[in-house]
C-alpha cells in the first residue's frame, strides 16, 4: 500500500468510532550511515522504517497511538488504543485539529538524482575526507571519525477537517574529526556539511576547516581574567542562541519558563539583532512546506530593532494564547505525537568580514568553542562555560588560549551584540553569523 491507501484503510476504521475527530499520519524512510577508520569501513548501517501514527479527539480528551505495522490487526489495536486514550485523559477544550490553509510551493527538497548514486561512491566520500583531513598537515595525528549519512523519507498527512498534504525530501551529511599534536600538547577539531543532494558536500572544505579548528589551538596559553569585547564565531554564537531559541516557544512563555515572559512588545536585545524561524527557507535543515499537524510552515520574525515581535506557536499553544499557529509542531518520530519546537531559527546575517570584526580591538577574544552552555539556566538565563580560542591585539590575531570560563546572562550578550559577520551557518536547525560582543566576563589563571 502507499500511504493514501494505508490512511485510507486507517480512516475507515477511525470513522465508525465515536469520536470527534481525528489525524492520521504515516511516515517512511530510507536512511544509511557509514563511518570508515584507517581507510577501511568501520560502521555501514540502513534502515528502511516505515510507521503509522493518530491522534483521536473524544469529550475535549485527546488520545495516540502509532503502529509500526500495517497488519490490519495491528492497525485496528492502534485505533483502539487511541480512542482509550482520548476517553481517560483530562478532558481540555483547546485540544483539537487545525483547519486546512494553502501551503507554500518548496523547491529544492527531493532529490531524485541521489538514488543513481552508487554506495561505493558514497563510502568514497568518507574515505576522502578521512585522507584529505589527515594530509592537510604533518601535525594532524588522525582522523577520529569520519562519516556520511543520507536520508529520503515521505510523510502524509490528513485529519478530520480536511488536512492533507504529503511531502518527499532527501537530506545528506558528512563530518569529521581531526586531531593535532606538537610538543606534547593534543588538540581536537570538527567540522560538518549538509545538503538535499549529494553535490551539496564538498569534502575538501570539510576537510580544511576540521584541520584548521585543531592546528590554530595547539600551543594554546592560559591568559589572566579580564572584561573586554569578546568574538563569538558563528558556532559558538549558534550554540548559545540555540539556549535562548526556547524562550521564544509559546508553551514556556505562557508557563513562565521562558527569559521572555511578558517581554512581548519590549525592546530586550541589541537594536542590530534581528532573529527569525523560517520553515521555509531555501536549503534550511527543517524546510518543509507544513508542519507535524499539517499547518504551512512560514517565516515569522521575532526580534527587530531589539524588539520581541512574536513567539512560535502550534495549534494547542494558538488556541490558548487565541492567535495563529506559526506552523511550529513538530516531531520525534512516529513514535511521538507532535509537539512545540523550531524549524530554522537564525540571527540574520551582518555585512562584516571576520577581520572587520576584530577591528579596533585593543584587547579581546575570538571564542570559537565553549563546553557546557547546555547548563545555562533556561529560565533565567545565567551562564558559566568553559572555553577556548584566541587573544586578540590591536585589532589581529595575537595567540590561542584554553582553559577560560566565560560568565554572565544570555539576555544581557545578546542585548551588547554590536557588530554582526556576514558568515550565518546553521548548526542543526539553528543558526547564527559571528557576533562581537562590547564587554564580557572572562576569567582565566
Given at each position: 500500500m502507499n500511504q493514501i491507501e494505508i490512511a485510507d484503510t486507517i480512516e475507515k476504521l477511525l470513522t465508525v468510532r465515536a469520536i470527534d475527530g481525528y489525524e492520521i499520519s504515516v511516515a517512511a524512510s530510507h536512511n544509511l550511515s557509514l563511518e570508515v577508520k584507517d581507510q577501511k569501513i568501520d560502521?555501514?548501517?540502513?534502515?528502511?522504517?516505515?510507521?503509522?501514527?493518530?491522534?483521536?479527539?473524544?469529550?475535549?480528551?485527546?488520545g495516540f497511538s502509532y503502529s509500526t505495522s500495517l497488519a490490519e490487526r495491528d492497525l485496528e489495536r492502534m485505533v483502539s488504543d487511541a480512542v482509550t486514550s482520548a476517553e481517560n485523559q483530562t478532558p481540555d477544550p483547546c485540544n483539537g485539529f487545525p483547519e486546512p490553509r494553502p501551503y507554500p510551493l518548496i523547491e529544492g527538497l527531493f532529490d531524485q538524482e541521489l538514488a543513481r548514486v552508487d554506495e561505493d561512491r558514497k563510502i568514497q566520500c568518507?574515505?576522502?575526507?578521512?585522507?584529505?583531513?589527515?594530509?592537510?598537515?604533518?601535525?594532524?595525528?588522525?582522523?577520529?571519525?569520519?562519516?556520511?549519512?543520507?536520508?529520503?523519507?515521505?510523510?502524509?498527512?490528513?485529519?478530520?477537517?480536511?488536512?492533507?498534504?504529503?511531502?518527499?525530501?532527501?537530506?545528506?551529511?558528512?563530518?569529521?574529526?581531526?586531531?593535532?599534536?606538537?610538543?606534547?600538547?593534543?588538540?581536537?577539531?570538527?567540522?560538518f556539511g549538509f545538503g538535499t543532494s549529494f553535490s551539496d558536500l564538498h569534502v575538501e572544505q570539510i576537510a580544511a576547516s576540521a584541520a584548521s579548528r585543531a592546528l590554530g589551538l595547539l600551543g594554546a596559553r592560559k591568559i589572566a581574567s579580564i572584561r573586554c569585547p569578546v568574538v563569538l564565531d558563528n558556532q559558538v554564537a549558534s550554540d548559545i542562541l540555540e539556549v535562548l531559541s526556547s524562550s521564544f516557544l509559546a508553551e514556556n512563555v505562557l508557563k513562565g519558563k521562558s527569559m521572555l515572559a511578558e517581554k512581548l512588545g519590549a525592546k530586550v536585545f541589541s537594536p542590530v539583532l534581528k532573529i527569525r524561524d523560517n520553515g521555509i527557507l531555501h536549503g534550511g535543515m527543517a524546510t518543509a512546506p507544513f508542519d507535524a499537524e499539517g499547518v504551512p510552515q512560514q517565516d515569522t520574525l521575532l526580534v527587530e530593532d531589539g524588539r520581541v515581535l512574536s513567539f512560535l506557536y502550534d495549534s494547542y499553544w494558538a488556541r490558548r494564547d487565541g492567535v495563529q499557529s506559526t506552523g511550529n509542531a513538530t516531531r520525534g518520530g512516529i513514535k511521538s505525537p507532535a509537539y512545540?519546537?523550531?524549524?530554522?531559527?537564525?540571527?540574520e546575517n551582518g555585512t562584516l568580514s571576520a577581520p572587520e570584526l576584530l577591528r579596533d580591538m585593543a584587547k579581546g577574544l575570538l571564542i570559537t568553542d565553549?563546553?557546557?552552555?547546555?547548563?545555562?539556566?533556561?529560565?533565567?538565563?545565567?551562564?558559566?562555560?568553559?572555553?577556548?580560542?584566541?587573544?586578540?591585539?590591536?585589532?589581529?590575531?595575537?595567540?590561542?588560549?584554553k582553559e577560560i570560563a566565560l560568565s554572565g546572562n544570555i539576555i544581557d550578550l545578546f542585548a551588547s551584540v554590536e557588530m554582526i559577520g556576514d558568515d550565518l551557518r546553521f548548526f542543526g536547525s539553528v543558526g547564527s553569523p559571528s557576533l562581537r560582543i562590547s564587554e564580557l566576563d572572562v576569567s582565566g589563571h
Open positions: 560502521t555501514f548501517k540502513c534502515s528502511e522504517p516505515v510507521g503509522v501514527s493518530i491522534r483521536v479527539l473524544k469529550a475535549d480528551g485527546l568518507a574515505m576522502d575526507l578521512e585522507r584529505l583531513t589527515c594530509a592537510v598537515d604533518p601535525r594532524i595525528s588522525k582522523v577520529r571519525k569520519a562519516s556520511y549519512g543520507e536520508s529520503v523519507y515521505e510523510v502524509y498527512i490528513r485529519n478530520s477537517r480536511g488536512v492533507e498534504g504529503s511531502l518527499r525530501g532527501t537530506s545528506v551529511s558528512a563530518s569529521v574529526s581531526a586531531i593535532a599534536e606538537e610538543g606534547g600538547d593534543s588538540q581536537m577539531g570538527w567540522d512545540l519546537g523550531l524549524t530554522n531559527f537564525y540571527i565553549v563546553m557546557g552552555i547546555h547548563t545555562a539556566n533556561p529560565i533565567s538565563g545565567d551562564f558559566s562555560v568553559g572555553a577556548s580560542g584566541f587573544f586578540v591585539e590591536n585589532g589581529a590575531i595575537a595567540y590561542p588560549v
